[in-house]
């Protein structure tokens, strides 16, 4: 989608949402999760931990050979130009800690480790908690777990390979998803099936997190039809990301809002 393109939507949305905030939600357990996931702005003390070692990543000018199952684009970068171009920004990251924290979830799924910055922040919610992330470039694996290690998590499971042929068998160790963040491949017809696939893990609580759901007209199809699915009752559209719920109390309805 071209950047004007993009522009445009972007507006329109926040113009639909009105930065809502949560009014108009009537459902006690989606209006706390605005306010206590969405819009929470106070921060724990592992975010300046980690936005340190993000700050160091900017400096480090190793290069590595990343293989790109995503784009298909395998090439050499620098460690400093994966941290900042590939990552989610604080304020999403951030975001994934609270939703984790506040659904209380013990079982974590990541598509897309990369160099390990959001999985950092899930997992440091609670050394209690399970987090396996999935990651196809050896390269990029290999920097994320120096990344855990200095800053101690010990409750990632690191996954490398192509997610088409590493998430049935990791999700065949798994009992359940409570929450599970897409952020690998950034195209209709994997999305949809890695969705599918996690699917029969969920349960009630289970909440969905995509990534980039208008960074194209595919993902906007992807977003679409998972909208729609039979499984699917609440979803919050914040652009940049969708949030999707399967509690069959809750309306089946899009919320839009802004961050
Ligand atoms: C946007 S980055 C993840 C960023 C990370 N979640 C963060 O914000 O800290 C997406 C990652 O997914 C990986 N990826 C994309 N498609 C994949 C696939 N089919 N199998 C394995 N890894 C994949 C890429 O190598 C890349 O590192």
């Given at each position: 989608m071209n950047k004007i393109k993009y522009a445009y939507k972007f507006l329109r949305h926040i113009l639909d949402a009105k930065n809502t905030k949560g009014h108009g939600i009537h459902s006690p357990y989606l209006y706390r999760f605005t306010h206590n996931a969405i819009y929470e702005k106070n921060p724990f003390y592992v975010f300046s931990q980690i936005e340190t070692l993000r700050e160091n990543l900017y400096y480090d000018d190793r290069k590595i050979f990343i293989k790109d199952y995503?784009?298909?684009?395998?090439?050499?970068?620098?460690?400093?130009?994966?941290?900042?171009?590939?990552?989610?920004?604080?304020?999403?990251?951030?975001?994934?800690?609270?939703?984790?924290?506040?659904?209380?979830?013990?079982?974590?799924?990541?598509?897309?480790?990369?160099?390990?910055l959001t999985t950092s922040y899930m997992a440091s919610v609670s050394k209690d908690i399970k987090v396996t992330s999935l990651e196809g470039s050896e390269a990029l694996a290999k920097i994320a777990r120096e990344n855990f290690e200095k800053l101690e998590i010990e409750n990632i499971e690191l996954v490398v390979g192509n997610i088409d042929e590493t998430l049935a068998p990791t999700l065949s160790k798994l009992d359940k998803l409570d929450l599970v963040f897409f952020d690998a491949n950034h195209q209709k017809e994997p999305v949809l099936k890695y969705f599918q696939q996690c699917l029969e893990l969920s349960h009630a609580e289970t909440v969905f997190i995509l990534d980039d759901i208008h960074w194209s007209s595919s993902m906007e199809q992807a977003w679409c039809e998972i909208r729609k699915h039979e499984a699917v009752t609440a979803t919050f559209d914040l652009f940049e990301m969708g949030i999707v719920f399967f509690n069959k109390n809750f309306p089946k309805k899009n919320y839009k809002m802004f961050l």
């Open positions: 995503g784009t298909g684009n395998d090439r050499e970068s620098r460690v400093m130009d994966v941290a900042k171009t590939s990552l989610k920004k604080p304020k999403w990251a951030q975001l994934l800690f609270r939703a984790v924290n506040f659904t209380k979830a013990e079982n974590v799924l990541e598509l897309g480790t990369s160099l390990g």
